[in-house]
T-cell receptor, first 116, second 111 residues
C-alpha cells in the first residue's frame, strides 16, 4: 500500500513539552498539506508545501508550530511548548500540483495528540 | 464566515432507508466540491467529487449534484447499509491549494 502514512498514530504529552509528527506522502505527489481536526469539527487547513517550499500558512499556525519538508518528500510538524488547546487530530494529505487546477487530496490516518 | 455548512446533528436511520445529508457552500469563485467519508478509526477517504456546475459525482451508490443556483451539494443514497455508518464531510476547494470542510455528520445505520 503506497498511501499517505503518518507517525505516530497517537501521542500523549504533558503541557509544555515539544512534540514532532511525521508524514510520508504518496511518492509521486509534489504537494503536501497539514490539517487539524478537533472533536466534532471538520478538518481545518494549517499549511501546505509544494516540493520543499512552504507556500502558505494559516493564521491557525501560531509561532509555536513549525513545519518542514526538507527534501520535498516527507514532512514534519513540530509543536513547541504544547498547550491543552493543541489536543486534536493532525492530518496530513498529499496531491499532485500545478497552476490553476485543483488536484484531489489523499489523506493519511492522522496523529491524535492529547495534551494533559 | 463559514465556507461550507452541513445540516446539524447526527443522522440515525434503518437499513435500506433513503439518506440525504445537506451541504451548502459560499459561492466565491468556482470551487470544486467533495464528499469525504471517515470510518471509525480510519482517515478521510474521498467518496465523490464534482468540479463544475451541474456535474454529478457518484460512488458506491452515493450521489451528489453541484447546484450553482442553490449553492448546494447534497449527498444522497437510495438504500443504506450498516457498513455506511461513518462520518461524512462536505468540502470545497479554496484557491487551488486547500480544502474547506463542513463540520461533518455522523450517520448511524441500524440493522
Amino acid at each position: 500500500d503506497t498511501g499517505v502514512s503518518q507517525d505516530p498514530r497517537h501521542k500523549i504529552t504533558k503541557r509544555g513539552q515539544n512534540v514532532t509528527f511525521r508524514c510520508d506522502p504518496i511518492s509521486e505527489h509534489n504537494r503536501l498539506y497539514w490539517y487539524r481536526q478537533t472533536l466534532g469539527q471538520g478538518p481545518e487547513f494549517l499549511t501546505y508545501f509544494q516540493n520543499e517550499a512552504q507556500l502558505e500558512k494559516s493564521r491557525l499556525l501560531s509561532d509555536r508550530f513549525s513545519a518542514e519538508r526538507p527534501k520535498g518528500s516527507f514532512s514534519t510538524l513540530e509543536i513547541q511548548r504544547t498547550e491543552q488547546g493543541d489536543s486534536a487530530m493532525y492530518l496530513c494529505a498529499s496531491s499532485s500540483g500545478g497552476q490553476g487546477v485543483f488536484y484531489e487530496q489523499y489523506f493519511g490516518p492522522g496523529t491524535r495528540l492529547t495534551v494533559t | 464566515g463559514d465556507s461550507v455548512t452541513q445540516m446539524e446533528g447526527p443522522v440515525t436511520l434503518s437499513e435500506e432507508a433513503f439518506l440525504t445529508i445537506n451541504c451548502t457552500y459560499t459561492a466565491t469563485g468556482y470551487p470544486s466540491l467533495f464528499w469525504y467519508v471517515q470510518y471509525p478509526g480510519e482517515g478521510l477517504q474521498l467518496l465523490l467529487k464534482a468540479t463544475k456546475a451541474d456535474d454529478k459525482g457518484s460512488n458506491k451508490g452515493f450521489e451528489a449534484t453541484y447546484r450553482k443556483e442553490t449553492t448546494s451539494f447534497h449527498l444522497e443514497k437510495g438504500s443504506v447499509q450498516v457498513s455506511d455508518s461513518a462520518v461524512y464531510f462536505c468540502a470545497r476547494s479554496k484557491g487551488n491549494n486547500r480544502l474547506a470542510f463542513g463540520k461533518g455528520n455522523q450517520v448511524v445505520v441500524i440493522p
